[in-house]
């Protein structure tokens, strides 16, 4: 998409369109995902500890794999994996032709903290748009 050109609209000089026509164009190639990532960080922490109070223990590997995930374009927590604890899977969610019912640990300990997480990433866009509306307004 091109930027916007104010003389092709207004017909001539405005002042401070070209200005804002440039930081609109910068905003709209700014992903606010990426913008901070120390708030996805809190929020996923707040979310792997609220995990782990509500995961079943027995020998701690499973307490132990629970980890977090804060990418580009996701942000998660994840338990288990081949080598550490690969009974993770059908632990949470389950395994019918083995008799095993889902737990659901990870879910119901996320439900539990869920306005604390989610106010994590609230705080973070809130930061996002400060930073934003002292560059616009």
């Known amino acids: 998409m091109a930027g916007f050109n104010p003389r092709k609209i207004f017909g001539g000089n405005v002042d401070g369109v070209e ?34 109070v509500e995961a079943p223990y027995r020998s701690g590997r499973l307490v132990r794999s629970l980890g977090q995930r804060v990418r580009k374009k996701f ?9 550490r604890a690969p009974h993770a899977g059908p632990i949470h969610w389950g395994w019918p032709g083995h008799n095993i019912r889902p737990n659901m640990f990870m879910i119901r300990g996320i439900n539990k903290d869920i306005r604390g997480i989610l106010g994590e990433f609230e705080s973070g866009v809130t930061k996002w748009g400060r930073s934003i509306g002292r560059r616009f307004f």
Not at 75 to 83: D, E, H, Q, W
């Open 19 to 52: 200005e804002l026509s440039r930081d609109l164009d910068k905003l709209r190639r700014t992903d606010p995902v990426e913008l901070d990532d120390a708030a996805a960080r809190r929020a996923t922490n707040r979310a792997k500890r609220a995990a782990e």
């Open 75 to 83: 942000v998660g927590i994840k338990a288990g994996s081949r080598v």
